[in-house]
């Protein structure tokens, strides 16, 4: 599956942004999607992940209560809205596709073009 991040930009903290995941390609209610970061220097850091059915989540402690991961299956979208946003959840933000598992650890296999966001105090 293809994937398209967007939604990126500059924002100032304490503010929100909406990030969206659009599919292609594959039938995307068969994946499970992830949000990841990376900032320069350091390795992509997990943020958050969304079931095939958009029935269970999973948040990254540094973010649970302040963003939030969802789907549309029928636009092949997942969407992660953040809010209260801070200086360090400036990274170049990455989506990814996971259609099996193994021991239980999702693998992305699929990975989207990053798009950036930056918050500034």
């Known amino acids: 599956v293809q994937l398209q991040a967007s939604g990126g930009g500059l924002v100032l903290a304490g503010g929100s942004l909406r990030l969206s995941c659009t599919a292609s390609g594959r039938t995307f209610s068969n994946y499970a999607v992830g949000w990841f970061r990376q900032t320069p220097g350091n390795e992509r850091e997990f943020v958050a992940r969304i079931s095939w059915s958009g029935d269970s989540t999973y948040y990254a402690d540094y973010v649970k209560g302040r963003f939030t991961i969802s789907r549309d299956n029928a636009k092949n979208t997942v969407y992660l809205q953040m809010s209260s946003l801070k200086p360090g959840d400036t990274a170049v933000y990455y989506c990814?596709?996971?259609?099996?598992?193994?021991?239980?650890?999702?693998?992305?296999?699929?990975w989207g073009q990053g798009t950036q966001v930056t918050v500034s105090s």
């Open positions: 990814a596709a996971a259609r099996t598992t193994v021991f239980g650890r999702y693998q992305y296999n699929d």
